[in-house]
């Protein structure tokens, strides 16, 4: 992995603001048995990945070694230790969604985009994921960009949807 | 604090306003207060029920009615296919596919002159000779029975009160003032409430191993990481009555002697994690969590832990380790978590519509739930419908219905004039039943004896447009995918496969493949720790099991007879249907079709990668799957 000035992206400013938030997020779990995960959700939330250099203030203050947050963060699907473009792009591979054709919605996404399934596009707009179910299945096939759930999808809808976002 | 007097204070106070959203069968000039439920379920949400209940909020003020109506945002109605959802009561009237232009001319005709606004009323609910049916009496709510998803639908899932309007926290109050602990676990023993996370557990049964231990510290988890891809029930109950969950977690930790919860819940359920944590911050407020609830002394609070979308992490050992802060990996029992659980103190984890039940058995009595359904399946199950049924949605319905009702009656059927093939039910770990098998009742030892499962009941319906081999192939994929790792056998077994089922959907397949298929699935079946690899050959057995034939059709015949599998098919177009229009060839993404306008076009299947764009654009039918 490449590393990253914790918050490279933006101002110093921004970037202390974050690694406050980091702080307060430790501080908040310290005492909580089992503080890991949720510190690293936090982290998620703030940077929108696992930095490495945020990782290693985890490592001195909760006081796990670097291997064993490695550990952890790589067995979930949910965390990523790599930085993720401008929307992420959720499509539901699901089993309703992809009895309803989600694969085709996949192929089309990964053509219109030029990016491989957890690809992220060259001018980091985009990140493309395929996940499992989103609990909305009635409208499946589904994706997410970012908080936007979009439903009843057929691969004809991708280009103006993914216009919205450009 | 409150207490149990408080609480009916509340409760008289608010059920008048929970009594006008009941149909009432009265004449439109009797009316003169409506209440207008709008759906704030995920689906309905995501298709911009917020923005409608805004307008309807401004719309009703414009007009100065706010007197004569209220507008509720719900949790799900169970019709997430028709989303967004609106009913009206006192007649019930059920709007479906609401957009926010049709709000204005939706209040005036029906709030302001009492007439249904015709357009967007549910089809299905309109007679011939011009009646209007009720929503309960159309064929999708008539044979539920809604228990776990009582107020769902019914209440604000955000406003406390009118969960104790509708005799929420009740059943906790009975449990503390009058109930001992081991009453309230044979009362939950007597009503047969097994669990519904899957295994089909004996819920009371759990509770008093748990209670046996004699440990000070002991916990209650709340099982809400619903890893089943085509399953939303558990995200529906934490979204449209969270409140049923706390009651129950508080009623299950008197039961046990717990004074801890937690709830593990996917991060990837933002609503639902938001409305329950609501009601969390409302309980303790209301002192209904915490120390000393409703004054009987007794304690209990609950934390929310995030899950980070492993599947794995749904079974109860490895949901322990994670909870701990450590990767979800199960480990073996015994000891059972009853025993020796989260950081080895005795530990319950229910699913969360098993907890949903709970409030209700203890208000009805066990006698009552024994009522419904078959005889070692007692009660009702929610099940995800989806797939290719008209009706996708949740439905609650007594065990022991046919499938046929359900696929069928309550379903719908198949749309678009297609064929029945299959229903999957179980999940990951359950199989595909066939026509055959329609009339079968739904309960656990049935489907398990079929070769299926309830498991945490996903329902998805398959047509004549799905291939068998490629829906084992993809599930084989999810298990392969979410094997924890830890046992050789499900690590590299399913790998393999996944490989051998790859290698026939391509057409390379042989006949000995196929009893290799066998012979590694019984051996995962057999060699694995958890439930997870034990069941992951499921899909492979049962799809070998009822429809070998189309495994056939892919090793012998190099045919994939719905069309579906990419190696062995090849787009052509029909020289005869095609009017030369040019509209595939603008669109096809490799430019493999080429013509002259208004002659027949014709694909290179050299350059073609099999898209699928051409079949989707062409409007005469031109195109076609070989
Ligand atoms: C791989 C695997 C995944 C599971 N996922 C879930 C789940 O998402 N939700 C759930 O309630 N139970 C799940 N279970 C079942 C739980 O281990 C456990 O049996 C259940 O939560 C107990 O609650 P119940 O008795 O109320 O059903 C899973 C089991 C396995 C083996
Ligand atoms: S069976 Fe699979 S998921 Fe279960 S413990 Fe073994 S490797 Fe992990
Ligand atoms: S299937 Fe796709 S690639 Fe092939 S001809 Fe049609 S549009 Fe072109
Ligand atoms: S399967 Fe796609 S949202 Fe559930
Ligand atoms: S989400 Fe609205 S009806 Fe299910």
Redesign the pocket.
């Known amino acids: 992995m490449e590393t990253h000035q914790a918050g490279s992206c933006g101002s110093t400013a921004e970037a202390d603001e974050k690694l406050m938030k980091v702080q307060s997020a430790i501080s908040q779990f310290r005492m909580v048995k089992g503080a890991l995960i949720p510190v690293l959700h936090e982290i998620q939330d703030i940077y929108g990945y696992l930095p490495e250099p945020v990782l290693e203030v985890v490592s001195a203050e909760l006081g796990l070694t670097m291997s064993e947050i490695y550990g952890v963060a790589s067995f979930y699907h949910f965390f990523s230790l790599t930085p993720k473009g401008e929307h992420v792009v959720h499509l539901c591979m699901g089993t309703a969604c992809y009895i309803k054709g989600a694969q085709g919605i996949l192929d089309r996404l990964s053509t219109e985009l030029h990016v491989p399934v957890q690809g992220t596009t060259e001018d980091n707009k985009f990140t493309l994921e395929a996940t499992r179910c989103l609990g909305a299945c009635g409208l499946a096939p589904v994706m997410t960009i970012g908080e936007k759930v979009h439903g009843r999808l057929v691969p004809g809808n991708i280009p103006k949807i993914l216009k919205e976002y450009k | 604090m409150k207490l149990l007097t408080d609480l009916e204070a509340i409760k008289t106070l608010t059920q008048a306003r929970l009594d006008n959203r009941k149909v009432t069968g009265a004449l439109p000039e009797a009316i003169t207060f409506r209440s207008v439920m709008v759906c704030g379920g995920t689906g309905c949400t995501s298709s911009d029920s917020s923005q409608i209940i805004d307008k309807l909020n401004q719309e009703i003020a414009a007009r100065g009615i706010q007197v004569q109506v209220e507008v509720v945002r719900t949790g799900c109605f169970g019709l997430c296919e028709l989303g967004p959802v609106v009913i009206v009561y006192p007649e019930g009237i059920f709007y479906s596919r609401v957009e926010v232009q049709d709000i204005p001319k939706l209040v005036e005709a029906h709030l302001l002159q009492g007439k249904p606004y015709e357009k967007k009323i549910y089809e299905k609910t309109r007679q011939d000779n011009g009646h209007i049916l009720n929503f309960e009496e159309t064929e999708f709510y008539k044979k539920q029975v809604r228990i776990a998803l009582h107020n769902c639908g019914v209440i604000d899932p955000e406003n406390i009160d009118e969960y104790i309007g509708s005799d929420g926290y009740q059943a906790l109050g009975k449990v503390l003032k009058t109930m001992s602990r081991q009453e309230v676990i044979e009362t939950v023993k007597q009503s047969g409430l097994r ?5 089909g ?1 004996n ?1 009371g049964l ?1 509770w008093e191993f748990a209670a046996k231990q004699d440990k000070a510290q002991k916990y209650v988890i709340c ?1 809400a ?4 891809p085509g399953a939303f029930m ?1 995200r529906s109950i934490l979204e449209g009555n969270p409140h049923s969950v706390i009651e129950a977690m508080a009623i299950a930790g008197y039961a046990i002697g717990a004074d801890q919860g937690f709830i593990y819940v996917r991060a990837e359920y933002p609503i639902a994690v938001q409305r329950f944590m609501k009601a969390l911050e409302q309980a303790r407020e209301y002192g209904l969590l915490g120390s000393d609830i409703l004054g009987t002394g007794f304690s209990f609070s609950i934390e929310v832990r995030l899950g980070a979308g492993a ?2 992490c ?3 050992t490895a ?1 322990i380790h994670s909870i701990e802060g450590h990767r979800g990996m199960p480990t073996p029992k015994p000891p059972f978590p009853a025993v020796e659980g989260l950081w080895g103190q005795p530990t319950i ?4 519509e ?1 907890l949903a039940n709970v409030a209700q058995i203890i208000m009805h009595g066990a006698a009552w739930y024994a009522g419904f359904g078959t005889e070692k399946s007692k009660g009702t199950k929610v099940f995800a419908l989806g797939g290719k049924v008209v009706n996708t949605g949740l439905v609650e319905v007594p065990m022991g219905i046919t499938l046929r009702e359900v696929i069928f009656e309550i379903g719908g059927g198949i749309p678009g004039g297609k064929k029945f093939k299959a229903v999957q039910t179980g999940g990951p770990s359950g199989g595909c039943l066939t026509e055959e098998h329609l009339d079968c009742t739904i309960d656990f030892d049935t489907l398990t004896s079929l070769g299926s499962m309830m498991g ?1 009941g996903g329902m998805i319906v398959m047509d004549e447009d799905t291939c068998m081999v490629d829906v084992a192939r993809f599930y084989l994929d999810f298990t392969r995918d979410e094997s924890c790792g830890k046992c050789t056998l499900c690590r590299i077994g399913t790998k393999r496969l996944l490989e051998l089922l790859d290698k026939i959907t391509e057409g390379k397949g042989t006949m000995e493949d196929l009893e290799k298929l066998e012979s590694l699935s019984n051996q995962i079946r057999n060699a694995s720790l ?3 690899g034990q069941t992951a050959p499921n899909p492979v057995l049962s799809t070998l099991k009822y429809f070998r034939e189309e495994y056939l059709a892919h090793v012998v015949d190099h045919k994939c007879p719905a069309g579906v599998c990419k190696s062995l098919i090849a787009y052509q177009i029909d020289e005869e249907l095609c009017r030369g229009c040019s509209l595939c060839a603008k669109k096809c993404p490799v430019d493999a079709i080429t013509g002259e306008l208004k002659e027949p076009f014709v694909i290179d299947t050299a350059v073609c990668i099999k898209c699928g764009v051409c079949f989707d654009v062409c409007k005469f039918k031109a195109v076609a799957i070989v």
């Open positions: 669990g519904r996370g899957g295994g557990f819920t759990k099982n990481d619903e890893g089943d558990d599947f794995v749904g079974e109860e949901l984890i229910n699913n969360v098993t945490s958890c439930a997870l």
